[in-house]
């Protein structure tokens, strides 16, 4: 398994007996649990997701949507015990495969800057790919009064959205942040990891809409298996897809 996605999260409404006495639902833990994670009411008074429940989501899931294009294989389901409510009490599993061409949901975050230091855009994108980032880019805007300014696009999973815009706030002069979602249509990829002459190289594999397999060198690996070799980086980048193309 290569992804992981969910609906959004059904929560429930009501109150549940504990350690502690009666608690509102959904439960204290299970709510800081699903800080950042898209959720809707499940018009039930029982308790739909448990502590438990919540941090396996928020572990596993990389997107949180509608389930995503792939030819079903498998398909498994958990049921409960029988609850009062027009929503069943049952969990459903699916397994596929994608096909090449799969498509899922992200949030796309912008601001606008016309009075960050040129210096610190490197560190601010550094800090929005560790925070989960799936792209970060930098356009030149004409903004009011003439001045040139910096629109910064941020690409990430719906999940991560307060996170990478808690980042534009701390690390920027941002006095505010645009939000909306977007659908993408995406080939399907994986991460290889290729032993060379000059070391462990990553190599991205990626799979055309007909299934055959493009291979790129990951470049700051062979930037630094250059720089320790002596050697030209376009050696090892060859060095590195040859070896990837022995693996298909």
């Keep these: 398994v290569t992804r992981v996605t969910a609906s959004p999260v059904a929560l429930g409404s009501g109150s549940v007996e504990s350690e502690h006495g009666r608690l509102p639902l959904p439960a204290p833990a299970t709510l800081e649990l699903l800080r950042g994670v898209p959720t809707v ?31 079903v294989e498998s398909i ?23 096909g090449g061409v799969q498509g899922d949901r992200i949030v796309v975050l912008e601001t606008n800057l016309d009075d960050l230091v040129p210096e610190h855009f490197d560190y601010l994108m550094e800090r929005l790919f560790a925070a989960g980032a799936l792209d970060v880019s930098l356009q030149h805007r004409q903004m009011k009064k003439n001045r040139p300014g910096i629109l910064v696009r941020v690409l990430g999973r719906p999940a991560d959205r307060m996170a990478l815009a808690r980042v534009l706030f701390a690390e920027s002069t941002a006095i505010g942040v645009r939000t909306s979602e977007s659908e993408r249509i995406v080939l399907e990829r994986e991460e290889l990891r290729v032993r060379t002459r000059f070391g462990v190289i990553r190599v991205k594999r990626v799979f055309d809409p007909d299934g055959r ?3 790129s060198a990951e470049v700051d ?21 040859e070896a990837a193309r022995a693996e298909e």
């Design 41 to 71: 009411p499940a018009h039930v008074r029982w308790e739909t997701v448990t502590p438990t429940g919540a941090a396996i989501l928020r572990t596993l899931v990389d997107d949180f949507g509608e389930l995503p294009a792939m030819t």
């Design 76 to 98: 498994g389901h958990g049921a409960g015990n029988d609850r009062e409510g027009p929503l069943p009490n049952v969990l459903r599993g699916v397994l596929g495969r994608s």
């Design 213 to 215: 397999p493009l291979v």
């Design 221 to 241: 690996d062979c930037m630094r298996a250059a720089a320790r070799s002596g050697v030209p980086l376009r050696e090892v980048v060859r060095a590195a897809e």
